[in-house]
């Protein structure tokens, strides 16, 4: 059976361990847009890119 440590370095955990980063900043956006900050600024701000921004303040 694997301990903590050894999952923590398999393949699937660190890949759901980026998307779930990747989900939280995503579900951050239309926060900041209602805040008033650009698409340019949120991107910058977050690390990403300015068309995963776009996508989703389109469809909020």
């Given at each position: 059976?694997?301990?903590?440590?050894?999952?923590?370095?398999?393949?699937?955990?660190?890949?759901?361990?980026?998307?779930?980063?990747?989900?939280?900043?995503?579900?951050?956006?239309?926060?900041m847009?209602?805040?008033?900050?650009?698409?340019?600024?949120?991107?910058?701000?977050?690390?990403?890119d300015?068309?995963?921004?776009k996508?989703?303040?389109?469809?909020?």
């Open positions: 059976m694997l301990g903590l440590s050894e999952l923590k370095q398999t393949k699937v955990y660190q890949e759901g361990k980026l998307e779930g980063k990747l989900e939280g900043k995503l579900e951050g956006i239309p926060f847009l209602s805040l008033g900050a650009t698409v340019e600024q949120i991107a910058e701000a977050l690390g990403l300015i068309e995963q921004v996508q989703v303040a389109q469809n909020n």
